[in-house]
C-alpha cells in the first residue's frame, strides 16, 4: 500500500514508518516540525529514516535518500489547502495520522494548540479522506481519555466521558469524529488509545527522557504525587508493532451492534477504538529504579503532590487488540530501559 503517515518526525510516527517500509509498504511521512520539544531530536530522526534537514523546506516533497520507497514532506494539518493538494496528487491507500499537539501539562499552558492540531488537524484530515476515497484510516487517540474513571484495568467498554485534561478531550473528540465520518461515508476508521510510550528516540517531555537525562547529569527528578502512581509503560517496538497490524487489517462493522445496548468501543459502522499498551503497571518508583540501574547511578528526588491533569495511574486491557491482531507486547521494562540509556548516551555524547 502507499501509506500517509502524520508525525514522522515525532517519536511513535518515526517508528512506524520504518516498520512500514520494512513490510514492504510505499510511505509518505508528514509533520509540521513545530518546536514544542527540542526540534534537533525532530531532525535526528528525519536523519535516520534518510531525509537531511538541510533539505527539508514547507510544503516540498523530500526522498529519503536510505530508505528507498519513502519520502517526507513537511506540513502542518491545519493548512487546509496544502493538505488537499498532497491528498489528491498522492492518492493513498491508507492514512495514520499519529500527528498532534501532545502534552497533557502543557495543554494548561497553550490550549489553543490543541484545538489548532488535534482538531482542526484531524477534521483536514477526515475531509481528505472522504474526498480522496481513502477508505482506511488509523488514528492516535490516548490512554488519557479514561479521566475521573477508577476502574482498572481501562478498558474500552467503559465511559470516557469524563476527561480532566483538554489533551484528554481533544483525544475522545477524535474519536466522535472518526465515528460520524464511519457512518457517513463508510471510512474504516481505527482509534487506538496509547499508553505511556517509551524507548530510543523518545519524547523529552515525557519521564522516561526526563529521567535518563538527570540520571546521566547529576540532576533532581521530581517525583509527582510523592511517588505513588502507576504507569503502564509500553517499550516503543512493542507499540509500533500493534500499530502496523492495525493499517494492515483495517476495522470492519460490528454486525452485532446492538443501538439499544451500545458498546462504545464499536459500531455498526466500520469504526474501532483499541487500548495499545503492555497490560502490565508498573509503580513509578519502580520505574525510576530501572532507570537508575540501566544507568548505573541513583537519581536525587524532589517528591511533590500530584500535579493538575495527571492521573493516579494507568493500566490497559489490551485483549481486544490481541483476540483481533495477535498483539503481545514482550518487551520488560529492564531491557527496554538499557536500550533507551545506550541510545540517550550516544546521540548526547554523553
Not at 493513498?92 to 494548561?108: E, H, I, K, M, P
Request: aromatic share 12%; proline share 4%.
Amino acid at each position: 500500500m502507499k501509506v500517509l503517515v502524520t508525525g514522522t518526525a515525532g517519536f511513535i510516527g518515526f517508528y512506524t514508518a520504518l516498520k512500514l517500509l520494512k513490510q514492504g509498504h510505499t510511505v509518505v511521512g508528514l509533520d509540521s516540525i513545530n518546536d514544542y520539544y527540542d526540534v534537533n531530536l525532530k531532525y535526528g530522526r528525519l536523519k535516520e529514516s534518510g531525509i537531511e534537514e538541510s533539505k527539508v523546506e514547507y510544503g516540498v516533497m523530500v526522498t529519503s535518500e536510505s530508505h528507498p520507497g519513502y519520502s517526507f514532506i513537511q506540513l502542518k494539518l491545519e493548512d487546509k489547502h496544502a493538505l488537499d493538494s498532497l491528498f489528491e496528487q498522492e492518492q493513498f491507500d491508507a492514512v495514520c495520522n499519529l500527528a498532534a499537539q501532545a502534552g497533557v501539562r502543557y495543554s494548561l499552558e497553550n490550549p489553543s494548540a490543541y484545538i489548532d492540531s488535534n482538531i482542526v488537524g484531524f477534521m483536514n484530515v477526515l475531509e481528505a479522506c472522504r474526498h480522496n476515497d481513502v477508505k482506511n484510516l488509523s488514528y492516535a487517540s490516548s490512554s488519557s481519555v479514561y479521566g475521573l474513571n477508577e476502574a482498572m484495568p481501562f478498558a474500552t467498554s467503559h465511559s470516557v466521558d469524563h476527561p480532566v485534561s483538554l489533551y484528554a478531550a481533544t483525544k475522545k473528540s477524535n474519536e466522535l469524529m472518526a465515528h460520524t465520518y464511519a457512518h457517513l461515508y463508510d471510512i474504516q476508521c481505527t482509534g487506538l488509545r496509547f499508553f505511556t510510550v517509551y524507548g530510543p528516540w523518545g519524547r523529552p517531555d515525557m519521564a522516561p527522557f526526563i529521567f535518563t537525562k538527570a540520571a546521566l547529569n547529576g540532576d533532581t527528578i521530581k517525583v509527582f504525587n510523592n511517588g505513588k502512581m502507576k504507569r503502564d509503560f509500553t517499550y516503543i517496538d512493542d507499540i509500533v508493532e500493534g500499530v502496523v497490524r492495525v493499517i494492515e487489517s483495517p476495522c470492519k462493522a460490528n454486525s452485532g451492534w446492538n443501538g439499544k445496548q451500545p458498546d462504545p468501543s464499536s459500531s455498526s459502522a466500520s469504526y474501532k477504538v483499541y487500548n495499545i499498551g503492555n497490560s502490565q503497571p508498573i509503580a513509578l518508583m519502580t520505574f525510576i529504579e530501572a532507570v537508575e540501574n540501566a544507568a548505573g547511578v541513583e537519581i536525587p528526588k524532589d517528591f511533590q503532590p500530584i500535579q493538575p491533569g495527571d492521573v493516579v495511574a494507568t493500566y490497559a486491557d489490551v485483549s481486544e487488540l490481541e483476540n483481533d491482531m495477535g498483539y503481545r507486547p514482550s518487551t520488560l521494562v529492564t531491557e527496554g530501559m538499557k536500550r533507551t540509556v545506550e541510545w540517550y548516551k550516544q546521540f548526547y555524547n554523553v
